[in-house]
């Protein structure tokens, strides 16, 4: 198993940028998709993007312009930079690790953090 851990969320005007940050423990020798993905009411989980063995990068299309996905060699954690933010981009962002794709499909990740609250006002 993998603990996960965000931080970084907060609030933000709209064209601001976050980088949002997930720190991972545990059986971290396992190749893992980490995704990250994103909570609305009344909506279903969006995947935003992933990566996987360091390198392979996936977006979605909502965010596939303003957004970032990296790893650390070192540590695992993961990091989600965020530019350019809009009011629709408000939700709560969660990390995620599973063992296999499609990436962007929350129910084939096994492990969740917490979640951070990413607001963006006009």
């Known amino acids: ?21 997930c720190e991972v423990s545990g059986n971290t020798y396992r190749r893992y998709f980490f995704g990250w993905f994103r909570q609305t009411p009344g909506k279903e989980r969006e995947g935003l993007a992933a990566i996987y063995d360091r390198e392979i990068k996936y977006y979605g299309d909502s965010v596939k312009d303003r957004c970032t996905i990296s790893q650390d060699n070192a540590n695992y954690t993961v990091y989600l930079q965020l530019n350019d933010l809009k009011p629709e981009d408000t939700g709560v962002y ?14 084939r990740y096994d492990f969740w ?5 990413v607001t963006v006002s006009a």
């Open 113 to 117: 953090g917490q979640g951070t609250q």
């Open 1 to 21: 198993q993998v603990q996960l851990v965000e931080s970084g969320g907060g609030s933000v005007q709209a064209g601001g940028s976050l980088r949002l940050s």
């Open 94 to 107: 969660y990390c995620a690790a599973g063992y296999g794709g499609p990436w962007y499909l929350a129910r």
